[in-house]
């Protein structure tokens, strides 16, 4: 991002800082119109004070939509969109008929720029343990997301990305949602299994306590302009839909035709020893074919099974002594995707 005096690139973290600094202090701002509930740092409910709404001594889940970012500290963009979104609040722009949540998840990871300090925030969420960092702040924002009847969690990616795209557990209403808010967004939904054997995201929680989680990746990593200005129009649009449903009226039309849907079509582990690598070029929604040479372990070649898009292919930043960090750096190496209709997806 470039610094309006300068004209200068400004640096990453001082970046997050300065959006940080704005969040809190549009915060403070929003006192003069709204109720606002403290949680934890950087965990708020903003409520109209006036409601037309039970209060929450009367409604388990009093939070009518949840918006989260920077679940991992290295995906920045819906931090802007918060900032964006809440300065639209506090000008009249966008007036909040419901009470609304807003969480800033992994704040030191952000200002270290990375995507966690000890354990990835988005695997530990319904866990016991609070060993870590992470999982406190998991704890933390449970306390936030066990009251909301829908989230909205903006992410992003690592590598190169031509779109963004919804990702979340299938649900029927999780379905509906995404499909209500931004009709033409690809998106990937996923039943059975976890996503991960490494713990909970933070909508599959969500699920699994009688709420509604989806997640958007607004696109690469960064403080993208354009990104940030579709993320404020998807929750603006997402406040729209979560009044008209809880009203129990009709849903205004959405701009935009369907985009396609997808799920897993193959998912390639991480080998447990060693180190695969994916042969260069490979990124987010990249074609491959069947019987496609992806990469190489172990003087063995690493094919695709099945033809799609790829997804989240890994390529573990080395060590100073040429290793990883962690053995094995990710849960998969690579996920295919496989495009289905509306009536494959579970009853």
Known sequence: MVDAQSGKMRDPLDTVQSFLTQFDALIDEARAYYRVETLAPRVHVLSPKESQHPPKETLTKDVALTVAALIHGVEVAGLGVMVEFLELVTRGAVRLEQPLGLALGNIPAALKGVRFVERDLNRSFGRTSIETAEDRRADELEALLSRSRRLLDFHQVKLTIDRPFWIFP???????????????????????????????????????????????????????????????????????????????????????????????????????????????????????KAGERLGEFSGKVITASVSGPVLFPKYPDRLGDGTYGQNPPAAELVRVLKEITEAELPR
Request: glycine content about 14%.
């Open 170 to 288: 299938y649900s029927k209403s999780g379905f509906q949602f995404a499909r209500l808010v931004a009709p033409d967004v690809t998106l990937i939904t996923h039943w059975g299994k976890g996503f991960s054997a490494d713990g909970k995201c933070s909508d599959e929680w969500l699920n699994s306590v009688g709420g509604m989680g989806v997640t958007m990746e607004l696109g690469q990593n960064g403080f993208d302009p354009k990104q940030i200005s579709h993320g404020v129009a998807v929750i603006t649009r997402a406040l729209e839909v979560a009044s008209a449903l809880d009203k129990g009226g009709s849903v205004p039309p959405a701009v935009g035709s369907k985009a396609p849907i997808f799920t897993w079509g193959e998912i390639i582990p991480y080998p447990q020893t060693g180190s695969p690598v994916l042969d260069p070029g490979w990124h987010n929604f990249k074609h491959v």
